[in-house]
């Protein structure tokens, strides 16, 4: 299984650490990246990973995507969804184009966000993009492999009518190799403690799969390992939160409100959880060997580093050490779906001891504690039984 | 009884001014999450610092905030609406495990401590000394604060 770095703001954490063996390719962001200046990227970083096209909200010129060809703002400085019915070969061609420039490894697809879910929304996606991209794709293209990009909201996963019509449309455009699939995250914890939704998500992969489709699932955070018992081909990691789950509020132009900058979280594969740093005191002062809690790495700031480290959000160390740290913990899956079944729940029951451990003196918070951990063990429970 | 947490601080405040002085901060940021109140007394050389996270109900999610100001204070303290108290009481080996004091204050400015934790030196030197600097050389002059330390 493969690992990629879904890029956003700081790129070059994500380049620095694939340069120095971590990942299997990046997954670029046009928000992020001036077009021109990713045409001028090393190919050999380009011809590993692909495009996330980002035309989630059309015309919403955030970030660089104005400097985009296939920006639809290019085309027509009021573009709206309706422009799409005479557009949509123009724009397909634009995209496919560009990604074709760059080489990437793939040509993605790129999809439209929406808020609600309306009964005409795949119809849509079928006749804006789908059908222009693969037509101008098999004129241009021969050997690229084409994925198709896919929102799943919540509903999407949990209501079985509307699950099946989403594998349906998936799994029912003949030219299409996989999937860029990304689920959407609008829970307010750090880590997702829904069973439906988990279930579901693994359900839904499994089935893709099972219909000989790549799936690559984007915008991972470490329930990457929960995803990973479906054998996609790819997951994620990624620096920032708003790269480890997927919300629309990132893309939207307006969106300029003040953010809370979050605490600065290290990661541990022994407790498969990112602790708030604010814990790393108590825990030095209350518990035996706390340091062995966390995974030594050339980035650890709390062994490479002078003990006043000023840990901070935006500092590179923890990420680093996360893309490090993670990739490790995914290469070292197994190969066989029930081994790695079998492993990921060992894993799960000593991450709890480790936990009763550190809480028998430490009092963590919902979001550095492993509450979400009998989620998973429950998830896999049940996935187990249903794939036996 | 209060029906908003403002309510209760407000009433806290005045309680806290009139009791043991006006040495304290309101709601201070920049720390290990935002206690309501940061009570300090100043004693030669030293600065001891005891938080207060106030709370209508939900004792457990107080708490866990309250072990938070642990890393720069001495004392941290959960204060409970006198009317959703019991369910804390019932768990109070848990205030005890963790070394949280636990209090309760009602709208009549009745104030009881039900469990008096141990200073202790806060986890984070950092933060201790962050907090000590905001503070500055305050000359007030704290009162009776000995009632919150075990």
Redesign the interface.
């Given at each position: 299984m493969k690992v990629f770095h879904q890029t956003g703001h700081n790129i070059k954490w994500n380049i620095d650490s694939f340069n120095e063996g971590v990942g299997d390719g990046l997954i670029y962001s046009p928000i992020n990246i001036d077009a021109d200046k990713l045409l001028g990227l090393d190919l050999k970083l380009k011809s590993t990973g692909f495009l996330d096209p980002q035309l989630y909200l059309l015309n919403q010129a955030k970030g660089s995507i104005e400097t985009y060809p296939y920006f639809p703002g290019n085309l027509k400085s009021d573009f709206a969804t309706p422009d799409l019915d005479n557009d949509n070969i123009n724009l397909a061609k634009l995209c496919i184009d560009y990604q074709l420039k760059n080489d990437f490894k793939y040509l993605v697809i790129p999809t439209k966000y929406n808020a609600e879910n309306p009964t005409n929304y795949l119809i849509q996606c079928t006749d804006y993009f789908v059908i222009p991209f693969c037509e101008y794709a098999k004129e241009v293209n021969k050997d690229k492999k084409i994925l198709l990009s896919v929102i799943v909201k919540g509903i999407m996963l949990t209501d079985d009518e509307k699950r099946n019509e989403i594998l349906n449309w998936i799994t029912g455009h003949q030219n299409v190799d996989g999937v860029y699939l990304i689920f959407e995250n609008n829970f307010a914890s750090k880590q997702i403690k829904d069973f439906d939704f988990l279930f579901n998500a693994l359900r839904l992969i499994k089935i893709l799969k099972d219909n000989q489709m790549e799936v690559h699932i984007g915008y991972c955070n470490t329930e990457a390992l929960l995803y990973s018992l479906a054998m996609p081909d790819s997951v994620t990691i990624g620096s920032y939160e708003n790269l480890r789950s997927f919300g629309i509020r990132r893309f939207q132009e307006t969106d300029n409100s003040p953010m809370r900058s979050p605490n600065a979280r290290l990661y541990s594969s022994k407790l498969l959880q990112w602790v708030d740093y604010g814990y790393i005191q108590p825990m030095k002062t209350l518990v035996e060997n706390y340091a062995d809690y966390f995974d030594e790495s050339p980035y650890n700031p709390l062994t490479n580093f002078k003990p006043d480290y000023n840990w901070q959000f935006k500092k590179t160390e923890p990420y680093k050490h996360y893309f490090y740290v993670f990739n490790k913990q995914i290469k070292s899956l197994s190969e066989d779906q029930f081994d790695r079944i079998e492993n990921l729940k060992i894993n799960i029951k000593t991450s709890r001891n480790l936990f009763n451990k550190i809480e028998s003196s430490v009092l963590l918070d919902d979001d550095s504690d492993g509450s979400h951990l009998q989620h998973w063990f429950n998830v896999i429970n049940a996935f187990q039984k249903e794939i036996s | 009884m209060f029906d908003t947490e403002i309510e209760m601080s407000i009433l806290f405040e005045k309680f806290l001014k009139a009791n043991f002085g006006n040495t304290y901060l309101k709601e201070c940021q920049g720390l290990?999450?935002i206690p309501d109140f940061v009570f300090y007394a100043k004693q030669n050389d030293e600065v001891s610092i005891i938080s207060f996270e106030l709370k209508l109900k939900d004792w457990k999610r107080a708490?866990?905030?309250a072990?938070?100001y642990?890393?720069f204070s001495n004392v941290a303290y959960v204060v409970l609406s006198s009317r959703n108290v019991k369910a804390a009481l019932n768990n109070i080996d848990f205030f005890e495990k963790?070394n949280?004091g636990l209090a309760k204050f009602g709208n009549d400015c009745d104030f009881e401590i039900l469990f008096k934790p141990e200073s202790i030196k806060p986890?984070?030197e950092?933060?201790n000394s962050k907090l000590i600097e905001t503070i500055g050389i305050n000359r007030k002059k704290a009162k009776n604060f000995e009632l919150f330390i075990g």
């Amino acid at each position: 299984m493969k690992v990629f770095h879904q890029t956003g703001h700081n790129i070059k954490w994500n380049i620095d650490s694939f340069n120095e063996g971590v990942g299997d390719g990046l997954i670029y962001s046009p928000i992020n990246i001036d077009a021109d200046k990713l045409l001028g990227l090393d190919l050999k970083l380009k011809s590993t990973g692909f495009l996330d096209p980002q035309l989630y909200l059309l015309n919403q010129a955030k970030g660089s995507i104005e400097t985009y060809p296939y920006f639809p703002g290019n085309l027509k400085s009021d573009f709206a969804t309706p422009d799409l019915d005479n557009d949509n070969i123009n724009l397909a061609k634009l995209c496919i184009d560009y990604q074709l420039k760059n080489d990437f490894k793939y040509l993605v697809i790129p999809t439209k966000y929406n808020a609600e879910n309306p009964t005409n929304y795949l119809i849509q996606c079928t006749d804006y993009f789908v059908i222009p991209f693969c037509e101008y794709a098999k004129e241009v293209n021969k050997d690229k492999k084409i994925l198709l990009s896919v929102i799943v909201k919540g509903i999407m996963l949990t209501d079985d009518e509307k699950r099946n019509e989403i594998l349906n449309w998936i799994t029912g455009h003949q030219n299409v190799d996989g999937v860029y699939l990304i689920f959407e995250n609008n829970f307010a914890s750090k880590q997702i403690k829904d069973f439906d939704f988990l279930f579901n998500a693994l359900r839904l992969i499994k089935i893709l799969k099972d219909n000989q489709m790549e799936v690559h699932i984007g915008y991972c955070n470490t329930e990457a390992l929960l995803y990973s018992l479906a054998m996609p081909d790819s997951v994620t990691i990624g620096s920032y939160e708003n790269l480890r789950s997927f919300g629309i509020r990132r893309f939207q132009e307006t969106d300029n409100s003040p953010m809370r900058s979050p605490n600065a979280r290290l990661y541990s594969s022994k407790l498969l959880q990112w602790v708030d740093y604010g814990y790393i005191q108590p825990m030095k002062t209350l518990v035996e060997n706390y340091a062995d809690y966390f995974d030594e790495s050339p980035y650890n700031p709390l062994t490479n580093f002078k003990p006043d480290y000023n840990w901070q959000f935006k500092k590179t160390e923890p990420y680093k050490h996360y893309f490090y740290v993670f990739n490790k913990q995914i290469k070292s899956l197994s190969e066989d779906q029930f081994d790695r079944i079998e492993n990921l729940k060992i894993n799960i029951k000593t991450s709890r001891n480790l936990f009763n451990k550190i809480e028998s003196s430490v009092l963590l918070d919902d979001d550095s504690d492993g509450s979400h951990l009998q989620h998973w063990f429950n998830v896999i429970n049940a996935f187990q039984k249903e794939i036996s | 009884m209060f029906d908003t947490e403002i309510e209760m601080s407000i009433l806290f405040e005045k309680f806290l001014k009139a009791n043991f002085g006006n040495t304290y901060l309101k709601e201070c940021q920049g720390l290990f999450g935002i206690p309501d109140f940061v009570f300090y007394a100043k004693q030669n050389d030293e600065v001891s610092i005891i938080s207060f996270e106030l709370k209508l109900k939900d004792w457990k999610r107080a708490a866990k905030q309250a072990f938070r100001y642990k890393s720069f204070s001495n004392v941290a303290y959960v204060v409970l609406s006198s009317r959703n108290v019991k369910a804390a009481l019932n768990n109070i080996d848990f205030f005890e495990k963790y070394n949280i004091g636990l209090a309760k204050f009602g709208n009549d400015c009745d104030f009881e401590i039900l469990f008096k934790p141990e200073s202790i030196k806060p986890y984070s030197e950092n933060l201790n000394s962050k907090l000590i600097e905001t503070i500055g050389i305050n000359r007030k002059k704290a009162k009776n604060f000995e009632l919150f330390i075990g």
